[in-house]
């Protein structure tokens, strides 16, 4: 039998900060969990094999929200062993912007924009709270 490495899971997740068409602020996007654990979380996904974390977030938002993702910069990389109930995930957070209305399809049930003091951080599923905390505290 060969050997399989066991590793974390590679995922990406991006703070979409959205503008309208005028270059006015709207808020940051979050989606409605389709899959367990439900709640709300920041778009995106695993990253798959032969892609880099960068197309890989561009991807996730676009296939979550259906947004244009302009990456700005990392905010950070999150890899609490329990950060995801499911299994030891690694994630590489982004943060960057998009023009236009998020609409859900993929994972996501629903999009919303939430004005930052607006975030309901009671509803965050996984360490996303902690991490919208960071980049609040990063502006």
């Not at 880099?52 to 259906?66: L, Y």
């Not at 993929?106 to 924009?113: C, I």
């Amino acid at each position: 039998m060969k050997w399989q490495p066991k590793t974390p899971f590679l995922a990406v997740d991006g703070i979409v900060k959205l503008f309208d068409e005028k270059g006015n602020f709207k808020g940051i996007v979050l989606i409605e969990r389709k899959n367990p654990p439900i709640g709300l979380a920041l778009p995106g996904g695993f990253v798959e094999v032969g892609e880099t974390v960068e197309e890989a977030v561009v991807r996730e938002i676009k296939e979550e929200v259906n947004l244009d993702f302009n990456i700005e910069k990392i905010l950070g990389i999150f890899s609490k062993p329990d950060r995801d109930p499911r299994f030891h995930v690694v994630s590489v957070v982004f943060v960057g912007h998009a023009v236009g209305e998020p609409r859900a399809s993929s994972d996501a049930k629903e999009a919303k924009v939430y004005r930052l003091e607006d975030i309901p951080w009671d509803k965050l599923v996984f360490d996303h709270g902690e991490i919208l905390k960071r980049f609040l505290f990063s502006l």
